[in-house]
């Protein structure tokens, strides 16, 4: 291909089906006609020689050569975009859209906060959160469907290079159970009487290796879960109006939840505590918009 003969308004085209997913929505988000974005991705495909995206469910999935375009285009578009509209970056007037991976848990403690602040001060911003997870928010954030992932970085995992983050706060783990439960009254439920009983957790991924085992395996003990869900408003809600207990996050100084009817207190073994952490793309470093964010995000929810 050559750069002299490319028409590159078909870039923004490319970018809206790699970032929505679906050719209705990236029409809606470029303000053109579907028959449009589709007569642009005929184009596309006739351009790079490939098929760049091909059908996937109700939507559009990229192919490996649109994979391998996307990264570099990705960082060059976002430079071009910062060129012109970062010198003239208002709060109050910019018109944009934003998405923001977390869990249920993070978007309990980070929505209302964050959605009042931009509706202050950025009316204009489109904030939308994506449900995202340790597991897959940095392929999120590498392919464009989100702006920011909001959540605590596993150890387990290498951080990418492009990887970018500030902390916020600690999240610190404790036994909940309702109330009236047998086990309410001690201050530190024993450890066999802990095991004994049934519980519940939450594995966002599906899977039945969640944190408090990890911490219970290494000494060579199990307890007695017998459910997982696969989010934490519902393991609260589970724990309230059962005799279920359940090892659950608790951020202090951020509580949303509803904690009315429950009882808090340690696990007779101590979970480590972890990090939340804002994350974001380095490509999105330069960018008046993301600066803005970012600073928003810190100033509200940081805790040191």
Known sequence: MSYRSADLNLLKVFEALMTEGSVTRAADKLSLSQPAVSNALRRLRETFEDPLFVRQGAGVAP????????????????VVRDSIEGASFEAASCRAELRVAMSDYVSCLVAPGLLEHLGRHAPGVRCHAVAGTVMDFCQTLSDGRADFAIGAYSDDIQRPAYLRSRRLWTVDFFCFMRKNHALAAYARIPLRKFLDAPQVDVSLEGTTNVIYDRVLHSRGLERRRVSTVSHYASAYEVVRRSDLIAVLPWSRGLEVFNMAGLRRVPPPLAAPSRTVELFWHERHDSSALHQWVREAVVALFARD
């Open 63 to 78: 192919t490996r050569r649109a994979t391998e375009l996307w990264g570099p285009l990705a960082m060059s578009l976002q």
